[in-house]
């Protein structure tokens, strides 16, 4: 069978195209430490996070040098703590954030950062951040959760180690 040299040509670029495009989502989905959230941060019943340990008191908790816990619940329509008050954690620091859902799904993304996660009812996503520079950061919700998804938000306060006060720590 003869194929025209033109329809060869198409025939090749469309592949190319296919390929190039699976190659694309590919790294969407797994490159550049994209991962799904795992079960690596453990299971929490959604109704009764104030009996829990550390979501009963959400906030900041020291645990090594220069190393922090920080929990945090999302709700409609705020982060507990991120909204009426900043997350305040000290600069050069290592912090995992534990973040659950008390209501429904929620995004949890530090604007300006590959650092973004879901906050799941009943489920615990744990991601680690290292801050350097104080600095303050905004917190927004990329899920839609309801009627005012679009005002969900809150921030990051990156206090210098000079003003960093163990004091500021729930535990
Ligand atoms: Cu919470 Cu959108």
Request: hydrophobic content about 35%.
């Given at each position: 069978?003869?194929?025209?040299?033109?329809?060869?040509?198409?025939?090749?670029?469309?592949?190319?195209?296919?390929?190039?495009?699976?190659?694309?989502?590919?790294?969407?989905?797994?490159?550049?430490?994209?991962?799904?959230?795992?079960?690596?941060?453990?299971?929490?019943?959604?109704?009764?996070?104030?009996?829990?340990?550390?979501?009963?008191?959400?906030?900041?908790?020291?645990?090594?040098?220069?190393?922090?816990?920080?929990?945090?619940?999302?709700?409609?329509f705020?982060?507990?703590?991120?909204?009426?008050?900043?997350?305040?954690?000290?600069?050069?620091?290592?912090?995992?954030?534990?973040?659950?859902?008390?209501?429904?799904?929620?995004?949890?993304?530090?604007?300006?950062?590959?650092?973004?996660?879901?906050?799941?009812?009943?489920?615990?996503?744990?991601?680690?951040?290292?801050?350097?520079?104080?600095?303050?950061?905004?917190?927004?919700?990329?899920?839609?959760?309801g009627s005012a998804h679009h005002a969900m938000?809150?921030?990051?306060?990156?206090?210098?180690?000079?003003?960093?006060?163990?004091?500021?720590?729930?535990?």
């Amino acid at each position: 069978m003869e194929i025209h040299r033109y329809e060869k040509i198409w025939l090749a670029g469309a592949l190319l195209l296919i390929v190039g495009f699976i190659a694309t989502v590919s790294y969407g989905a797994v490159g550049a430490g994209i991962e799904m959230i795992n079960d690596e941060g453990g299971q929490v019943d959604s109704a009764a996070l104030d009996e829990h340990p550390k979501f009963s008191e959400p906030g900041t908790y020291k645990t090594g040098p220069n190393e922090y816990d920080v929990y945090v619940i999302a709700k409609q329509f705020l982060y507990e703590p991120g909204t009426s008050e900043p997350i305040r954690v000290p600069a050069n620091s290592r912090v995992t954030f534990h973040v659950t859902s008390a209501d429904v799904i929620h995004g949890y993304e530090i604007v300006g950062t590959n650092a973004n996660t879901m906050a799941v009812p009943g489920q615990v996503s744990t991601m680690t951040v290292e801050f350097n520079e104080p600095r303050k950061y905004g917190l927004l919700c990329n899920e839609y959760c309801g009627s005012a998804h679009h005002a969900m938000e809150g921030s990051i306060q990156v206090v210098p180690q000079s003003e960093w006060n163990e004091t500021m720590v729930v535990n």
